[in-house]
Structure formats: structure tokens, C-alpha cells
């Protein structure tokens, strides 16, 4: 006999098959094999003695605060662990219960229903700025076309062009002279008939400068405002643009001005789930989401949201990361400068793609998608 014992991250429903498990096996104990660790916040003390006696009836448990039982509190915070397949089944139990726990249904049948992404994408940086915090993601329109070229052939399939930085504390600038400094590039995409060989994105919030982008062959709009402007929404749905919303807490001058959240994962949610909800509205169909690392955001706040990036998936949109070579990397490494945060770019955004990214905007295009390779290839094995 010989006993392995194999990593949890495997690709489970592989090695079922592998095993010659049959098609109706494959699914009940793929299902068996995830756990989830569920926090509820704010859980009527009732519900919270219902639920913790229906997890344990199926074999999975609600880790209560002492007390709980006796109702010493009218609510409590809770964690919720349980599989797959326990979930579906709380989830059908919880309907016919009172306290909420109706609400609470609907959501563990949005969580059962997250999958991870199958593929991941690279959206390389171009900026036809000279203030932008990376000194070498700064180009002028004929260096940019053979970037671009380069970042086609190292594996980028989404092109970002900025002409205003977004760093803390940023000059604010005009929206004419923003597209004053973007329109060489857009015209030379233009002509050069780039747009065929890979999707271009648009960084701006300026309504001029996102039509004039649009109209040079642009398919994504990459909002930090993350559509604020009316007239963006009524752009991006005239052209059937695919729109990233992005999570801010204020603005690029006053966003690390002391940021702070009631609770940053629940914040950042209902945000995202409220744009989206503006933008179909509007007619847009294709949206990204992207929480906005660096964005009004701690240290902490940064490392949660990589950390618990799965939270958002129940929203039901591609996630996009942008964390390449951001303050929070010098933060926990001696004030590193930004062309020496490379290792800590690949780790961010290697962790934001274990959970559930599938867009990773980056300064080096090369380096990530070499790593993307390996860690497909690890998720075979």
C-alpha cells in the first residue's frame, strides 16, 4: 500500500476521473472536497442557535460567540464552515427559517455557484504621461507602438494607455490636455491597425478622451472613477464598450488622506454591486470589476482584499488585479523603490489569481506571463 498525501489546491475533479470515478461520483464528492469559511456579521442570536443546529446536522459547524445559546446579545458574529455540497443543503434548509436566515440562503446559493477563472489574462500598462510613478511604463507615441508590439509577443491580450497619473496626490489636470497628450498614440493605433492585433483599454474618466479612444478602435474603458460620469455609461453603451469598474474611496489627491471603512470587504462590495447596477442600466453588458488596490486603501486594506478576493466573486464578473509595483510592496519591504518591487508584484498578484483573479494589469508583461505558465501547469498536476 501507498499512501500520498496531496496538496488541497489540487484540481480535485481530475483526479477523480484519474481514479475512474463515475460522471454522478465526480460531482457529489467534487463538491465535498471544497471547504468554505463563511464570517456573517450582524446574525440575529436566534438564527444563530437555528443555523448552528442545522450545520451540525449535516456535518458541518457555525463557530459562536459564548453566550450565544443564552441570547446574551440580541446579534453575533459568526464563522460558518462547511463544504460544497453542506452549503447547497443549508442553503435549501435556511429558506423556511425566520431571523433573516432566508437572506442568508440566497447568498451561500450565490457562494456554491463560484467558480474559479479557467484562464487568466495580462493587460499591459502604456502611459502617455511624464508624471506617472513608474518611470519606465512612460512613453511617447512612436516608443509606445513598438511596446506595445513587444508586450503583443511576451503575452499581453488587453493594452491599458493612461495620459494622467493616478498616484496619490497626482496633479490634476485638464481633460483637454489629457487627450492633447493621448491622441498621437490613439491616431498612431489607429493607423497602424493595432487594434487587430490585440484589445486596447482606455484609462481615462474624461468623456472626450473615451470617445476619441472608442472611435480609434478601443473596446474597454478602465474607469477609477468607476462610473461616476453619467455620460461615460451612455459612451460605453453607444459602443458596446466593456467597462472596468474600480472601487475608489475618494480621489486621486485626497484618496490616502487617512482612508478608513466600516468593514473594508462589505464596503467595497456593495459599492461594485451598485455600479453595476448603474451601468446595466445604461445597456452595458460587459463589465470587469476591479476592488482598486492602492486606491484609498491601508496596508491592511490591500491585504485583505488579495487575501479574501473570492468575496466578490459572487458578483458574477471577471475580477481585474492592479497591484504592479505599488507603495503597499514598499510598505513591507524597506521603502523599496518602484523598479525594485518586481518580486513583490508577482507575489500580490499570484495570490489575487489563486483567489479568483482573472485580469492582471502590469508594468512587465514578460515576467507575469511566465508566471501565469507555471502556476497553470502546477494546477494540473
Not at 122 to 147: C, H, P, Q, W
Not at 197 to 217: Q, R, T
Request: charged share 25%; net charge neutral.
Amino acid at each position: 500500500m501507498i499512501v500520498e498525501h496531496l496538496s488541497n489546491t489540487i484540481d480535485i475533479k481530475k483526479y477523480l476521473k484519474d481514479i475512474n470515478v463515475d460522471a454522478g461520483g465526480i460531482s457529489i464528492l467534487g463538491a465535498k472536497a471544497k471547504t468554505h469559511i463563511i464570517k456573517i456579521k450582524d446574525l440575529n442570536v436566534g438564527a444563530a442557535n437555528i443555523l448552528k443546529q442545522d450545520a451540525l446536522s449535516i456535518g458541518a459547524d457555525l463557530a459562536v460567540p459564548r453566550g450565544t445559546v443564552l441570547a446574551k446579545t440580541p446579534t453575533v458574529e459568526c464563522l460558518l464552515i462547511a463544504t460544497s455540497s453542506q452549503l447547497k443543503i443549508l442553503g435549501r434548509k435556511e429558506l423556511a427559517q425566520p431571523f433573516g436566515l432566508k437572506d442568508l440562503a440566497h447568498k451561500l446559493k450565490e457562494i456554491v455557484l463560484v467558480e474559479m477563472p479557467k484562464v487568466v489574462q495580462v493587460m499591459g500598462v502604456i502611459n502617455a504621461n511624464d508624471d506617472s510613478f513608474y518611470a519606465d511604463s512612460r512613453f511617447n507615441a512612436e516608443d509606445a507602438v513598438l511596446k506595445i508590439e513587444s508586450m503583443i509577443k511576451e503575452g499581453a491580450s488587453i493594452i491599458d494607455i493612461g495620459a494622467v497619473s493616478s498616484a496619490p496626490n497626482a496633479k490634476k489636470i485638464s481633460a483637454a490636455e489629457e487627450l492633447f497628450r493621448v491622441k498621437p498614440l490613439l491616431e498612431m493605433i489607429q493607423e497602424k491597425k493595432l487594434y487587430e492585433k490585440v484589445e486596447f483599454s482606455i484609462d481615462s474618466y474624461e468623456p472626450i478622451v473615451i470617445e476619441e479612444a472608442l472611435n480609434a478602435g478601443f473596446k474597454v474603458v478602465n474607469d477609477i472613477t468607476g462610473l461616476l460620469n453619467d455620460e461615460v455609461c451612455k459612451l460605453c453603451a453607444k459602443y458596446s464598450a466593456t467597462v472596468v469598474i474600480m472601487h475608489m474611496q475618494g480621489t486621486p489627491q485626497t484618496m490616502q488622506d487617512k482612508p478608513e471603512y466600516t468593514h473594508i470587504l462589505d464596503d467595497v462590495y456593495l459599492f461594485l454591486q451598485e455600479r453595476m447596477k448603474k451601468a446595466e442600466s445604461y445597456g452595458i453588458q460587459n463589465i470587469i470589476l476591479d476592488v482598486g488596490i492602492g486606491f484609498g486603501k491601508t496596508l491592511n486594506d490591500n491585504l485583505k482584499l488579495i487575501k479574501h478576493l473570492e468575496h466578490f466573486m459572487s458578483l458574477g464578473k471577471p475580477l481585474l488585479v492592479g497591484g504592479s509595483r505599488k507603495s503597499m510592496i514598499a510598505k513591507l519591504d524597506n521603502n523599496k523603490e518602484a523598479n525594485e518591487r518586481l518580486g513583490g508584484t508577482l507575489a500580490i498578484h499570484l495570490e489575487a489569481v489563486r483567489n479568483g483573479a482573472s485580469i492582471l494589469r502590469v508594468h512587465d508583461v514578460a515576467e507575469h506571463s511566465q508566471a501565469i505558465k507555471l502556476q497553470e501547469a502546477l494546477n494540473k498536476v
